[in-house]
């Protein structure tokens, strides 16, 4: 017979409750556990980043034009302007043929011109004829300008001589006083009269010489006019004056077109006479200094050269920086290839610096992950930066020499502070 015990079945409730608040409690302290666990960091292939070790020693500080062009120099064009209206008819040599001085490129005509250089001749000679005439006609009176003066100084020199006599003759009582000075008095007129003429003829001299001085001046003038006109005419031979490479222009000239005076209709460029033409950042080129050493690539080889020029203007966010080459130019290298540049700023003496991270500026603290010892991990580590080239920054803090880095975009991994390398 079973005998009921009551008592026994409550025990079991309340083990049983007692073990349920055991399980929740252990359910609820895991759940906390497992709450506060760090996540796995996540794994990065070796294969797909970039590393660099920091080092200690020189910086040359650089900046970069990955945009840039060969231009000429100033020196090196020659620009052809059309010296008259005229038209074209006929063209010679084609832009990139090779020419020297005096080869003719184009051949201009200007009917009104061949009309001036006549009319301009007609001209010269007839102020050459009235030069002639006015000399002619200038001479015959200055001759008898010289006659009638010779006539007074003759009759000049005779009374003088009668004068002499008479006064002799009135020493010794021969003639009158009377006599002695009708002829001095006839004498003193003679040479007031002489010092007259002889004025004349020096007044006389000098006017010849001022008209014919002004007849000449029309001749120079008319001869000038001439030439002017010549020169004009013999320019209608477009003709370059230096070696070079003919250049085409924005707007190319045809057979047949009408250009005005001073329209340009032909440039040639000196190939031996080229500088490089930088487009840097605006925000790069405030270091930039005339004089600073460069490098050009010309993708055919590297040229050595200097900063000359640095334009003042900003334009889409870059400023143009000219540099000179000091070096020969390489094959093939022509005004508007594209080239590469990148110019010394400065070097930095014993300095700690690594490579370029893919994202961070100069003067900055930038978040770079730390490779491990055995290379299998990274930590992030907070790094400041100075002063950066192309290629290299400089550090000031948070890395020592021989720590390793890595320097690609790791933008997706900003939610951890560890990676895996595999």
Do not use: C
């Not at 200038?138 to 006659?147: F, G, I, N, P, V």
């Not at 006839?186 to 010849?208: C, G, P, R, W």
Request: glycine share 6%; net charge neutral; proline share 5%.
């Amino acid at each position: 017979m079973d005998i009921a015990r009551p008592d026994i079945k409550k025990r079991k409730k309340r083990q049983l409750f007692v073990w349920a608040g055991i399980g929740v409690v252990v359910l609820a302290v895991a759940a906390v556990a497992v709450s506060r666990l760090k996540p796995a960091a996540p794994t990065v292939d070796r294969s797909t980043i970039w590393t660099d070790t920091v080092k200690r020693g020189p910086m040359v500080r650089q900046v970069r034009g990955s945009t840039g062009t060969l231009v000429p120099r100033e020196d090196s064009i020659e620009l052809i302007p059309a010296q008259t209206d005229a038209t074209v008819v006929r063209i010679r040599v084609l832009p990139g043929a090779q020419v020297t001085p005096n080869t003719i490129l184009m051949d201009l005509a200007d009917p009104q011109l061949e009309q001036q250089v006549l009319n301009a001749r007609l001209a010269l000679k007839a102020a050459q004829a009235d030069y002639k005439s006015l000399q002619a006609t200038l001479e015959s009176t200055l001759m008898d300008k010289k006659t009638a003066a010779a006539q007074v100084h003759a009759d000049y020199t005779q009374d003088q001589l009668q004068a002499q006599t008479d006064k002799a003759l009135y020493d010794l009582g021969v003639i009158s006083g009377l006599a002695y000075n009708k002829s001095k008095n006839t004498a003193d007129q003679l040479n007031t009269q002489h010092d007259l003429s002889k004025q004349q003829l020096d007044v006389n001299q000098k006017a010849i010489e001022i008209q014919l001085a002004s007849a000449q001046t029309k001749i120079d003038q008319a001869k000038a006019l001439l030439d002017l006109y010549q020169k004009q005419s013999a320019a209608l031979e477009v003709r370059s004056t230096i070696s070079g490479t003919l250049a085409p222009l924005a707007t190319p000239v045809q057979v047949g077109q009408h250009v005005t005076a001073g329209t340009s209709i032909a440039q040639v460029i000196q190939r031996d006479k080229l500088k490089a033409a930088l487009q840097i950042a605006e925000t790069q080129a405030r270091d930039i200094q005339v004089g600073q050493p460069a490098s050009i690539d010309t993708h055919n080889g590297v040229i050595p050269g200097h900063v000359t020029r640095i334009d003042p203007s900003v334009v889409n966010g870059t400023r143009t920086v000219d540099v000179d080459l000091d070096g020969p130019l390489p094959a093939g290298a022509v005004p508007q290839l594209s080239v590469d540049g990148t110019i010394d700023l400065e070097r930095l003496t014993d300095v700690l610096y690594v490579g370029r991270p893919a994202l961070g500026n100069e003067n900055s603290t930038l978040s770079l992950f730390k490779l491990d010892v055995d290379g299998k991990g990274a930590t992030r580590v907070p790094v400041k930066v100075g002063r950066a080239s192309v290629n290299s920054i400089q550090v000031l803090e948070g890395l020592k020499e021989g720590d390793t880095v890595i320097l690609s975009d790791m933008s997706r991994y900003d939610n951890v502070d560890r990676v895996r390398l595999e």
